[in-house]
């Protein structure tokens, strides 16, 4: 980055200043391009307008219908409440009824706690729609902060990297799409896509000519066909004139538009609110269950009841009129006021909810902080495919929880976004997890070597590499050659070796980084074009295993670095025709002087590597490790094949050559050259860029040309290039930890060996073998540049206006004559000589996944999740990548996304028809899944790959998983901004830092490294250490809650969704504890009137036992500990939610029955004596018939402190056995045999605090009151509290009973999960 500097600021100064471009920001050179000032003022004015407004509508908000049934409810028994109320204090004076005045009170409770409810769910609403707006606005704050620092990327150019290189004050710099601003100067390269409606410049000053007619839209490519289309009339494209001196190859536009505008409109159009979680979905049940039938079923058994009660025995037999009301509507409104107290636990849900998201967000940044392995426990058989996932030990504590919550309730989550996104619900629900794109995210960033392969004769080896062990003594970061007798093959390795070491060294000449992991190229292709990975990524680890070490390297000296890019070339065709849509053709040539070379340009070597179709077209010979053999179109279309081999195979390929170079200095002296000398040690002075233009039709043109010549030749035979001697009893065998004498190499180490031979073969004006033929069908394969005719046609092409040589001239390539002949251009002596080379061999890479991806994969499938890879590549591709991850290939493992017209997009086209191995009827396209879904088979929500995936169709199956009841989670690149809207439509998202280092920036000649920081995608450091990675990742990440840092495991994913399942467990119990409670009281208060007593439970018992006792016993089941089992259950899909409605009514009438049947014991044994005058015993049906006949109206105080004290008994025999029963709630299937409840500390506190509490207004209620507790029987404290007796098996028989049933439809679930998919479609 700082020698680009350094080259910017040179051609800046060259340039013409003090020219403004009225479209421009005033104050910037339009020469220089935007300052970071103007660039960072056009964002902020765009992110702080009211257009960029992106609101999201909150899941629980005041229309929602649940609320309205419950706020509803509330409402009407709290208006019964006060008529009933105002009823009893109006009509009776002494002796006054408390009762009317309790009435009042709860009355006012009720519509207390509605209000509040009302503000806290509006409140909560409010701040989850504005969630994604403060998030903005964060970012907006960070980029107000910004001081202008620029990281140094520092990995290979990645599709999941989208960053262009704009002009910013003065400096090109990698800046994010979305960083882009209109007026900024870009400078694209062939193959890359637009970031927004850019239109082309032509003059160097910055302006767009005004004739331009160069214009791109959104995503359009660069094509030379559209170049092609521009070009002014009657010229041809110069490179350096339409693009950057610094820059040659690429072509200057101006940005018309800012890509953050659109951004930010596409998210506000398509950001819907995600879908109510399965949780939601089930309480919705409950809700719609208890309020449309258990409520409405109680309110009339009471009404009638009641009705019938005052008909026939107050007013018919005992002339008490006046007990109306209170009868018909006190005594029934109280059947149904426990439902009325659910107005409250939407609040109750919310805290919940907060508390739940409190713990993933802490526990997510501690394991995101903590730099531990993930380690499997003790008990752990690693080789059991159904153990247990790793975790790691790290300690979360209360204290970090209660703060994040406590900042949670009072803030909107913009961080996190908790709220919107239903964070431990959604996580605690995952089905399906989606990989959106490869490099970098589940694929390590650098593509590793796979495999080298050299010619063996008229033969090749291919030879396999793999990663160094390093648990071995002294062993290092790097690769080895895995074959046996690797080393038989040493003579042609070493030229390939020794290129890889001298051609791709990011460490000048073995220098600091020799020896270190993989690293990225400094060379300056990048700056020209758009390459493959592979071309950036520094291969001196290939040499090392060849065997070089650092002496080797340093014996050479780099004279000259040349760049060819070659987009009109044939071979861009030719790539394009392989499914390389976005790139030209390029290759890297090194000129290396050796140490022995005395420091002169007369004795040189020249290294190449890069395209295949470009290598192969300009090497007439190979070296067989022995000696040079021509390149005949049999022995081309073999390595050939291998290439397109590779591609289909996902992996890269390079192609590496070789010729020696000899250039009579004085031509060197006369023209000026710099660089070409050890005393020229500038390096930007050792950098050319040379593009070739070889067209189609001026490759046909030369054809014919040269069968015109071959026709009317009189010679009908050609000279043979004849081999060089080598003795193969110096070719020394070494082990990969030895160091190669270069000097005994037949190769680029030996530069004499291969130098000296006789004038025809080394020369490059020659003949070869002219009747070449192949009797493989691979020749139909081989593209027409890269045939021997072709080469041949070429090297006539440049032969026939050369000089005559003369003797002097023995052993000198370039003479002072030829030199001349080319106009002393050193671009046209370096394309010259790149023009004619030996083709020494091939090597492959490939993207490996990131450790523990694989493993994590495997894991996922035991806790019933679902991995779903979107390919942007072929379905071959796509497959190879996905065995590397483990996925199944297959038949009926595929789906290809693109439609049929599309076939283009597949690499080699065709889709399923040439796809043998497809065997069944899958659909094609994105819009066929929904008919196949329909119509066949489920197939599309089995499998685990799609291949030809756009974001737009990546983003629609989205759709249909959630559709068909899946809860998607989508990882991605948190700087490929076409991810942002799959991330707006998945239930969860999660960016992942697609390359390290987002905060190291580039200072001068050094580097700096910046604060560590979490990004989490609103960034959480300050402004001045913000790099403009983060800020691209940032906006990238808008709907993303999590964020990943790129050196964290995807096992914390993992380990997040186990804690989620075991929070959200906890809340259904806790919600069945909460539930169930309330359809007991109301049960409860129904016998009772059934039984013509007052309620068992009255207002206040109720609130207290509804909104103290079952909400503390309801936090503390939050509080169980995790079950071993949680991550080897299959999650629940998001439809038919409660459908085995009829047996979980069972259970909870099984469950319920004896809480609600002690607490009417207990009230009625505790009644009977303490309303019977002098302690004398009295049955049921004298109690019923004193009490029910009796006028309420006038009730005596001795009367009405009996059922006061009746009533407390009953509270205390009911909180007791709701403490007993939530200790079953711990688990759904696990026994108290199984799991002691002691082992949850919070629930014992809890449990004892509600018991104290309750023991504690009984006897203030008791103690002084006028009831006779002395009175009360013994068996009555028997019946409170020896219930658990019955009570606990019960409980265990019914938990057993669902346990067997649950087990049942675990294994279906898993035998679903796991079928093969060939099972489920027709052939």
């Not at 403004?20 to 391009?33: F, T």
């Not at 089992?1125 to 319920?1152: C, E, G, I, Q, W």
């Not at 023991?1255 to 019946?1279: E, H, I, K």
Request: aromatic share 6%.
């Amino acid at each position: 980055m700082a020698s680009a500097e350094r080259q910017s600021s040179m051609d800046r100064t060259e340039a013409t200043t003090g020219k403004r471009d009225k479209g421009i920001e005033p104050g910037a050179d339009a020469a220089a391009g935007l300052t970071t000032g103007a660039a960072k003022n056009k964002l902020l004015e765009l992110l702080d307008s009211d257009s960029t407004r992106v609101l999201v509508p909150a899941h629980f908000d005041g229309r929602s219908r649940s609320l309205w049934t419950i706020a509803g409810t509330a409402l009407a028994v709290a208006a019964l409440l006060l008529v009933n109320g105002g009823y009893v204090v109006g009509r009776t004076h002494e002796p006054r009824q408390t009762r009317g005045i309790g009435s009042i009170v709860e009355a006012v409770l009720l519509l207390s706690s509605m209000a509040v409810t009302w503000w806290v769910v509006a409140r909560e609403s409010r701040l989850e729609t504005r969630e994604l707006e403060m998030r903005v606005r964060a970012v907006s704050q960070e980029i107000r902060g910004w001081t202008g620092i620029y990281a140094d990327l520092r990995t290979p150019q990645l599709p999941t990297v989208t960053t262009y290189t704009v002009l910013r004050d003065g400096v090109w710099r990698d800046v994010p799409t979305l960083l882009v601003v209109e007026g900024d100067t870009v400078a694209l390269a062939y193959g890359e896509e637009a970031p927004c409606l850019v239109a082309l410049r032509t003059d160097r000053s910055g302006a767009e000519s005004a004739d331009a007619p160069g214009v791109l839209e959104r995503g359009q490519r660069l094509t030379p066909d559209a170049m092609r289309t521009w070009k002014p009339p009657g010229r041809a494209w110069d490179p350096r004139t339409a693009g950057h001196a610094a820059l040659a190859g690429r072509v200057l536009f101006r940005a018309r538009d800012t890509p953050l505008r659109s951004h930010l409109e596409q998210i506000a159009r398509h950001h819907q609110r995600t879908g109510r979680s399965v949780l939601q979905n089930q309480m919705r049940v409950v809700i719609r269950l208890c309020a449309l039938r258990v409520m409405p079923a109680l309110f009339v058994c009471a009404l009638v009841a009641n009705a019938v009660i005052y008909g026939v025995v107050s007013a018919a037999q005992e002339a008490n009129y006046r007990m109306g009301v209170e009868v018909v509507i006190g005594k029934t409104v109280y059947v149904v006021f426990p439902f009325a107290c659910t107005v409250l636990w939407p609040v109750l849900w919310i805290v919940a909810r907060i508390f739940t998201n409190a713990c993933e967000v802490v526990l997510f940044d501690t394991l995101q902080r903590s730099k531990t392995d993930y380690e499997d426990t003790d008990n752990i058989d690693e080789f059991d495919v159904e153990a247990l996932p790793p975790t790691k030990d790290v300690t979360v504590g209360i204290g970090a929880i209660f703060d994040r919550m406590r900042w949670l309730w009072w803030n909107c989550d913009f961080r996190t976004l908790s709220r919107s996104s239903n964070l431990s619900e959604t996580l605690g629900n995952v089905t399906v997890i989606c990989s959106v794109d490869k490099e970098g995210t589940i694929a390590e960033p650098f593509c590793s070597p796979e495999q080298i392969v050299v010619p063996n004769g008229t033969d090749y080896a291919i030879l396999d590499v793999g990663e160094q062990n390093q648990a071995e003594p002294g062993a290092g970061a790097g690769v080895v050659i895995v074959d046996e007798g690797w080393e038989q093959f040493l003579p042609s390795l070493r030229p390939l070796g020794l290129a890889c070491c001298l051609n791709t060294a990011a460490h000048g000449s073995g220098g600091a980084g020799w020896g270190a992991p993989t690293h990225r190229r400094h060379g300056h292709m990048r700056r020209h074009a758009k390459i493959q990975a592979a071309q950036d990524t520094c291969l001196c680890a290939i040499g090392r295993a060849v065997g070089f070490a650092t002496d080797d390297v340093a014996r050479y000296t780099k004279v000259k670095e040349v760049s060819v890019v070659a987009p009109f070339h044939a071979a861009t065709d030719a790539l394009a025709a392989n499914g390389e849509h976005s790139l030209a053709a390029s290759l890297t040539a090194t000129v290396l002087q050796p140490a022995d070379g005395g420091g002169s340009p007369g004795r040189l070597q020249m290294l190449t590597d890069g395209c295949v179709d470009l290598v192969l077209g300009v090497c007439p010979d190979y070296f067989d490790g022995v000696g040079i053999r021509p390149l005949d179109d049999h022995t081309a279309a073999m390595y050939y094949s291998l290439y397109l081999n590779a591609l289909q195979q996902d992996l890269q390929c390079l192609a590496f050559a070789y010729r020696p170079l000899a250039v009579d200095p004085g031509a060197v002296v006369r023209a000026g050259w710099a660089g070409w000398a050890k005393s020229d040690g500038v390096e930007e002075s050792r950098a050319r860029f040379v593009d070739m233009h070889l067209s189609s039709t001026a490759l046909d043109a030369m054809l014919d040309e040269y069968g015109s010549s071959r026709n009317s030749s009189n010679s009908g035979t050609s000279v043979v290039s004849t081999t060089a001697p080598v003795d193969a009893g110096s070719v020394k065998k070494l082990g990969s930890d030895q160091k190669i004498d270069t000097d005994q190499t037949p190769g680029p180490g030996n530069a004499e060996v291969l130098a000296d031979r006789p004038d025809d073969c080394n020369s490059s004006r020659r003949s070869s073998s002219e009747d070449a033929v192949s009797h493989s069908s691979s020749l139909d394969d081989l593209p027409t540049h890269v045939t021997e005719a072709a080469r041949k046609a070429q090297m006539q092409a440049r032969t026939k206006d050369a000089p005559p040589r003369s003797a002097d001239d023995a052993g000198v390539d370039y003479t002072q004559a030829l030199v001349h002949c080319l106009g002393d251009n050193e671009d046209e002596v370096l394309r010259d000589a790149m023009s004619e080379q030996i083709f020494v061999g091939l090597a492959t890479f490939a993207y490996a996944p990131k450790t523990d991806v694989c493993d994590f994969i495997e894991d996922l499938d035991v806790a019933g999740i679902r991995f779903v890879h979107f390919s942007r590549g072929g379905g071959r591709q796509s497959k190879a990548f996905a065995e590397r991850l483990g996925l199944e290939t297959d038949w009926n493992t595929c789906i290809l996304l693109s439609s049929d017209t599309d076939g283009a997009r597949s690499s080699g086209g065709g889709g399923y028809i040439e796809d043998h191995d497809i065997k069944a009827r899958l659909p094609r396209g994105i819009e066929s899944i929904r008919p196949h879904l329909a119509d066949v088979d489920d197939i599309p929500l089995q499998i685990s790959l799609f291949a030809e995936c756009t974001a737009a169709s990546t983003r629609e199956m989205v759709r249909i998983f959630q559709e068909n009841g899946d809860v998607v989670c989508c990882i991605g690149s948190a700087l490929a901004d076409s991810n942002t809207l799959t991330f707006a439509a998945a239930d969860l998202a999660v960016g992942v830092e697609p390359i390290p280092h987002f905060n190291r920036a580039g200072a001068g000649a050094g580097v700096v490294e910046l604060a560590a920081t979490a990004n989490d995608g609103s960034i959480s450091t300050s402004g001045a250490l913000v790099t403009q990675y983060a800020l691209g990742a940032a906006l990238t990440c808008l709907p993303c809650p999590l964020f990943l840092q790129h050196d964290t495991s995807l096992y914390m994913l993992m380990q997040v969704v186990s804690e989620a399942r075991r929070l959200v467990g906890c809340v259904q119990q806790a919600a069945i504890l909460l539930a169930g409670a309330c359809v007991a009281i109301g049960v409860v208060n129904l016998v009772s009137a059934l039984c013509l007593l007052p309620p068992a439970m009255p207002g206040y018992m109720v609130l207290w036992a509804l909104w103290v006792v079952a909400p503390l016993l309801g936090a503390a089941l939050l509080f169980a500990p995790h079950d071993e089992n949680t991550m080897s259950t299959m999650p629940l899909k998001n439809h038919a939610h409660v459908a085995d409605l009829p047996r979980f009514a069972v259970y909870a009438a099984v469950r319920l029955a004896p809480p609600v049947a002690v607490t009417v014991l207990v009230y009625v044994t505790a009644l009977s004596r303490l309303a019977a005058s002098g302690g004398a015993s009295s049955g049921l049906g004298h109690l019923s018939s004193a009490v029910g006949r009796a006028d309420w109206t006038v009730l005596a105080p001795s009367s009405q402190w009996a059922v006061v004290g009746a009533q407390t008994y009953a509270l205390v025999a009911f909180v007791f056995h709701c403490v007993c029963v939530s200790a079953t709630l711990m688990f759904r299937t696990r026994t108290t045999l199984d799991f002691v409840p002691l082992r949850n500390v919070v629930w014992v506190v809890a449990s004892a605090v509600c018991l104290l509490l309750t023991f504690a207004f009984a006897a203030l209620l008791l103690v002084f009151g006028d009831a006779l507790v002395a009175s009360v029987p013994w068996y009555t404290y028997v019946l409170a509290f020896a219930g658990p007796l019955v009570l606990l098996p019960l409980q265990d028989l019914c938990k057993l009973h669902d346990k067997r049933r649950w087990t049942r439809l675990q294994k279906l679930a898993k035998l679903e999960f796991k079928t093969k998919l060939g099972l489920h479609s027709p052939l």
